[in-house]
């Protein structure tokens, strides 16, 4: 049996401008594929996942989902309170010795912040 698309666009077309950034293009994706999209800077990749996902209409051509599809999706920009703290935002409510005991935790902290993990948790995101 053969896997049902649950992403489809047909002959889409879509413009920032004079110039098409995506033209023609059409795809499908089915359930039981995992995909990459590869391009240069400018190229349109955020703009093809963002009307793959539907959250960005086409100028033409159709971008339609499967019924009852559950699709999730992590934005390129996040919208921060600048006063909220970057405990709040990297940790949210998990107590000290939860995340500290969490190697994944403190690998990310120490990717993101150096040796300076713990001083600049208390600092609020408009600092930084």
């Known amino acids: 049996m053969a896997a049902r698309n649950l ?10 401008g004079r110039q098409p950034l995506l033209d023609g293009v059409s795809l499908g994706v089915a359930e039981s594929e995992r995909i990459g999209v590869i391009g240069r800077n400018g190229g349109g990749k955020s703009t093809l996942l963002s009307i793959l996902s539907g959250m960005e209409p086409v100028d033409s051509g159709r971008a339609t989902q499967a019924t009852g599809m559950r699709l999730g999706v992590l934005s390129q920009v996040a919208v921060v309170e600048p006063g909220l703290s970057l405990r709040e935002f990297v940790i949210g409510d998990r107590r000290e010795h939860e995340w500290a005991s969490d190697p994944r935790t403190r690998g990310v902290l120490t990717a993101l912040l150096g040796g300076h993990a713990p001083a600049a948790l208390d600092r609020t995101i408009g600092q930084l």
């Not at 992403?7 to 920032?16: A, G, I, P, Q, T």
């Open 7 to 16: 992403l489809n666009l047909e002959s889409v077309r879509k413009s920032y």
